[in-house]
């Protein structure tokens, strides 16, 4: 099949640091090599768009587009909610004449991929006993919280749940976490999981804790912590993960994820290796009467670079067929 009759969707994990691109064919199915955006390099959507479409000049056929967005979606519109760029599916086909333009939830399209991750993507960091037909569950901080499920059906397949999961309000319960509520609380007015289970959490957390000022980015928290300059930062990655994996836990047991619970997102990936992750872990599983059905459930972590784009991927073929 050349190019010219082969219909293809563009697909794009859009976040609030970075927006991956990639093309489906109804030839091939999966996607293809992505272009990778830094998301406030540029200042609307279709500005980046025009430099994809740049790249993908020689690819007649463009027929349909799947959006996976770190925002929530109200009858096709969002606004990202950790960046600038406003999506609106219909004035996307109006202004690109491309008719078919879905827009998700970022973490509904990486949900939508834990039935087709390759196992060598993912590392396991609790065993479990995985229940067969069992709900999955994803969470994962980056430049905010992202929380999704999916609710395995009776006859087959899967029904992704997304929403607004990690701007539920957080629950402290040591003394350590109640002072970073308190200092939160007073900066943001509210304070929710995110607030501490994302990059400028775990910065503004470190700095609560009174690191180093000059420490300004996760990165450099993370590393002050392995390398056991700084005992703030440490705490501040402790509170960090013990916030995530009480977060997971709490998803766990609301979507009865017995099939197991998947940790994505920017920066746990980065991290894998240089962490404890028993904080994570034992947050996990302290749920009181449950903690032995926690204990059951397993838990791993995704190291595909690109995970969304597999869900992403199954969205775009099912949109294929459509068309």
Not at 27 to 46: M, Q
């Amino acid at each position: 099949m050349t190019l010219a009759n082969d219909p293809w969707v563009l697909i794009a994990d859009i976040g609030g640091t970075n927006a991956r691109f990639a093309a489906v064919s109804r030839s091939t199915g999966v996607a293809g090599a992505p272009v990778i955006l830094p998301t406030k390099g540029h200042p609307t959507f279709l500005d980046a768009y025009e430099m994809v479409l740049a790249s993908l000049r020689d690819r007649p056929g463009l027929c349909g587009m799947v959006l996976a967005v770190a925002g929530p979606i109200d009858a096709g519109r969002v606004k990202l909610t950790n960046a600038d760029w406003h999506i609106d599916t219909a004035a996307i086909a109006a202004t690109t004449g491309v008719a078919a333009v879905e827009v998700i939830n970022d973490f509904e399209a990486l949900a939508l991929a834990l039935p087709d991750i390759d196992a060598s993507r993912v590392e396991v960091l609790q065993p479990g006993v995985p229940v067969p037909g069992g709900n999955l569950a994803v969470v994962g901080p980056g430049t905010g919280l992202g929380v999704a499920g999916m609710v395995a059906l009776p006859g087959g397949g899967w029904q992704a749940l997304c929403g607004e999961g990690g701007h539920v309000t957080y629950a402290p319960e040591t003394e350590i976490e109640w002072r970073i509520a308190r200092e939160l609380k007073a900066r943001h007015g509210r304070v929710s999981t995110e607030r501490i289970a994302c990059g400028q959490g775990l910065v503004e957390v470190a700095a609560i804790l009174g690191a180093d000022p000059g420490i300004i980015t996760p990165a450099e928290v993370v590393a002050a912590a392995v390398q056991g300059v700084s005992p703030q930062c440490a705490a501040a990655m402790r509170v960090f993960l013990v916030a995530v994996g009480r977060c997971a836990g709490d998803v766990a047991l609301t979507v009865n994820a017995t099939a197991g619970v998947y940790l994505g997102g920017g920066i746990l990936p980065r991290i894998a290796q240089a962490v404890d992750w028993s904080p994570l872990l034992e947050a996990f599983v302290d749920k009181g009467r449950n903690g032995e059905r926690m204990r059951r459930i397993p838990v791993r972590l995704i190291v595909d670079p690109n995970p969304a784009l597999i869900g992403l991927s199954a969205r775009a073929r099912a949109l294929l067929a459509r068309l």
